[in-house]
């Protein structure tokens, strides 16, 4: 099975970005589905973005749609995740995510077979 790594996490003011980066090896990249998920401690982990893997579609969770972008570079073989406006309450641990394609929707945990280590993403108020 493949590693994904995330960077890019960090300490930011309310309004302001942050782009999370992962980083995948060890998969055939153009055959998976990405996503990203987030969780704070205590509670459920939860969807975020998800993208196909043409690229052509993208998925947001309503909380974070018209603020975060989700691009991949298939060559790279990385994911990003431009989070814009930030408000306190995206404080959370990111996790990059990676799926074949299934008949599971994007948003659901079972659809991601592997998992990165997670990024800390704070935003203060």
């Known amino acids: 099975q493949g590693q994904l790594v995330e960077s890019g996490g960090g300490l930011v003011q309310r309004g302001g970005s942050l782009r999370l980066s992962c980083a995948a090896s060890g998969h055939t990249f153009s055959n998976l589905r990405m996503g990203w998920f987030r969780q704070v401690l205590g509670k459920e982990r939860e969807f975020v973005a998800a993208?196909?893997?043409?690229?052509?579609?993208?998925f947001y969770a309503d909380s974070v749609k018209g603020r975060y972008t989700m691009s991949r570079d298939s060559a790279k073989k990385n994911v990003y995740l431009q989070m814009n406006s930030l408000k306190p309450e995206d404080t959370a641990v990111y996790y990059c995510?990676?799926?074949?394609?299934?008949?599971?929707?994007?948003?659901?945990?079972?659809?991601?077979?592997?998992w990165g280590q997670g990024t800390q993403v704070t935003v203060s108020s």
């Open positions: 993208i196909s893997r043409t690229g052509l579609s993208t």
């Open positions: 995510a990676a799926g074949a394609p299934s008949a599971r929707p994007y948003d659901e945990i079972a659809a991601y077979d592997s």
